[in-house]
C-alpha cells in the first residue's frame, strides 16, 4: 500500500459508515407503517450521492498522498458533512413515525446538505466544473427545503438528482 491507499482509507470509511447506516433504513422501506416517500426518495437519493463520491474520491487519490496534514482536512470536508447529514436523516430504529421524524429534521438534513453540495464548488475539492450548474441548482432546491420545510420540494429534488444521473461519466 502506498500513502494514497492510507490516506484514502479515513474519508472511505466514513462514506461507507454513511452507506452502512443509509441501507439500514432500507428496511423502513417494507413496512408499511414506517413508509413515506419523501423519505424513500432522500435515503436513495443520498445512497446513490454516497456512492457517486465514493467514485469521484479515486480521482484526488494522488492529490492527497501529497497534502500536508491541514490540506488532509479539506479532503476530510465532504465526508464528515455527509456522514452528519445521513445521521440527520436517519431516525433511530425505535422511532415508528417516520413522516414526523422527517419533517422535523428537514431543515437540519437539507441545510447540511446544502452545505455539503456547496463544498463541491470550493476551488480544488472537486474535478468536475462541468457540475456546476446542475450542484447550484441542487443547493438551491435543498436550502428551500431546509428554509420552508416543503415536501414538493423533495420532489423537485428528487428530479433534479434523477436528470443529474444522466450527465455523469
Known amino acids: 500500500m502506498n500513502a494514497a491507499d492510507f490516506l484514502s482509507f479515513i474519508p472511505q470509511l466514513l462514506y461507507g459508515i454513511a452507506l452502512a447506516e443509509l441501507f439500514s433504513q432500507w428496511r423502513r422501506f417494507f413496512e408499511k407503517k414506517y413508509r413515506y416517500w419523501p423519505y424513500i426518495l432522500s435515503t436513495v437519493v443520498f445512497t446513490e450521492i454516497a456512492i457517486w463520491n465514493v467514485y469521484l474520491f479515486l480521482s484526488f487519490s494522488q492529490e492527497i498522498s501529497t497534502a500536508n496534514y491541514f490540506q488532509y482536512w479539506t479532503f476530510l470536508l465532504q465526508p464528515i458533512l ?83 444521473l444522466f450527465f455523469r461519466h
Open 82 to 164: 455527509f456522514l452528519l447529514m445521513v445521521h440527520a436523516l436517519t431516525p433511530d430504529p425505535e422511532t415508528k413515525n417516520t413522516e414526523a421524524y422527517f419533517r422535523k429534521r428537514m431543515p437540519v438534513v437539507f441545510g447540511l446538505m446544502t452545505l455539503y453540495i456547496g463544498s463541491h464548488l470550493i476551488p480544488g475539492l472537486d474535478s468536475a466544473e462541468k457540475h456546476f450548474l446542475p450542484r447550484l441548482a441542487i443547493i438551491i432546491v435543498a436550502l428551500s427545503i431546509a428554509l420552508s420545510r416543503k415536501v414538493f420540494l423533495v420532489y423537485l429534488l428528487g428530479l433534479l438528482w434523477l436528470i443529474s
